[in-house]
């Protein structure tokens, strides 16, 4: 049977994922995660990496019918552990040098059926194992890259009413589009698309506010700045001096609120899917910088397990901007995948902060970054907070109120 998959928009994935994502360089190592179900797309980024002159390329695979075995026959204190032993070895893979490149396309709703609890101490245990890895990631050490796979269980979440086949069309092609693929030149898209983020980064750094104020329906939020905060968006250079795109698809510019200036109200615009559970139509509340209160009127157990993770949990570690009209948006397509859904609407993110979002980050400590407001935590996770309906101005240190966003749309 002939997969619904175009393989030709498919090869030029793989070749945008090393060519424009990583930047692979000659000799680089590349470490890769994806679900076996992306295979085909894992052998052609694994040959584009090798066309590229990458030194070894070496792939972990992910499978949802082992996850489940796990869940289902595991000794319980099994939940309390992680492969601390692999990612120890991926941290010490990238402080040699490698590159990162993550295959997204795991079923988001996978373990929907499963013990929260066990779930949530699962996740606890693989954040804490896997924090020497994901902290070469955060601080942008290394070139690194995520991009996704039309999975037939993640295709069925997205579109329930189409036979399997019609769904994973459907959803490639959506992959498609967002990640500028269906296009003759991907490489030449991908550089005028990262030309005009940077242009907005530039006003936004140009115009160096102290704060945001969001408002709309169920939303009345000020996000201050970090001291020293720096504003990114596409590519960008990693401390290693390889400008890669970390995120494909991407229409964000972000960076770091303070953990401390955050007071007020907000409501989400879409649902967050975490886990195996969607978190919907989330209200919190902020006061210096923390969530003091936080409903959800689907899966808030959940978020409230999320929030105590650690003490950074309850604090924010990104604030993006995203046009209402940006292609993903415009899909209307919910993908259940953050990496996608984000993309569609501003969001902020609770947890760790990136070092990358500060002036000279790559060359402060932690106990700087902490000090001019940055956060720390085991986790990061994006919720969407924009629509057509939310407004934003910039605070300026004086005062001044200067308009950023008005129905969702750059002013």
Request: negative net charge; hydrophobic residues 40%; charged residues 20%.
């Amino acid at each position: 049977m002939n997969s619904p998959v175009d393989p030709q928009k498919l090869e030029k994935l793989a070749e945008v994922a090393v060519r424009v994502g990583l930047q692979l360089q000659k000799g680089q190592d590349l470490v890769m995660t994806a679900p076996v179900a992306a295979l085909p797309l894992a052998r052609l980024i694994t040959k584009h990496a090798y066309i590229a002159g990458a030194g070894l390329v070496s792939t972990f695979y992910s499978d949802e019918e082992a996850t489940l075995a796990r869940y289902r026959h595991a000794p319980d204190e099994s939940f309390d552990r992680a492969t601390d032993w692999l990612y120890e070895g991926m941290a010490k893979a990238y402080a040699a040098g490698a590159a990162r490149l993550a295959i997204a396309g795991d079923n988001p709703m996978l373990l929907s059926g499963e013990d929260p609890a066990k779930v949530a101490r699962a996740n606890k245990a693989n954040s804490t194992a896997y924090k020497p890895a994901l902290e070469k990631i955060a601080n942008f050490d290394i070139n690194w890259n995520i991009v996704s796979y039309p999975n037939p269980s993640w295709a069925k979440q997205v579109f329930p009413d189409d036979p399997e086949e019609v769904a994973v069309e459907k959803l490639a092609d959506a992959i498609f589009a967002a990640s500028r693929v269906d296009v003759a030149d991907p490489v030449a898209a991908w550089a005028a698309h990262n030309a005009g983020l940077a242009k907005r980064s530039a006003w936004l750094n140009g115009r160096r506010f102290a704060a945001l104020h969001f408002t709309g329906p169920g939303t009345d939020l000020t996000v201050g700045l970090a001291d020293g905060h720096e504003w990114h968006g596409g590519a960008s250079t990693a401390k290693n001096g390889i400008t890669c795109n970390p995120n494909i698809p991407t229409e964000e510019v972000f960076t770091t609120p303070h953990a401390l200036r955050v007071e007020g109200h907000v409501s989400s615009t879409k649902p967050l899917s975490h886990q195996g559970t969607l978190i919907d139509d989330i209200r919190v509340r902020f006061e210096g910088g923390r969530i003091v209160e936080a409903k959800a009127s689907k899966g808030e157990a959940v978020l409230t397990k999320v929030l105590d993770t650690d003490e950074g949990a309850r604090r924010l570690g990104e604030v993006a901007l995203v046009p209402h009209s940006s292609p993903i948006s415009a899909s209307g397509i919910l993908f259940y995948n953050t990496l996608f859904d984000e993309n569609a609407s501003c969001h902020i993110a609770l947890g760790q902060c990136y070092s990358k979002c500060f002036l000279d980050g790559a060359t402060l400590t932690p106990e700087q970054i902490r000090a001019q407001g940055g956060n720390e935590s085991l986790i990061h996770i994006d919720w969407m907070i924009g629509s057509d309906k939310v407004d934003i101005n910039g605070l300026a240190a004086d005062g001044g109120r200067v308009p950023v966003m008005r129905g969702g749309e750059w002013t």
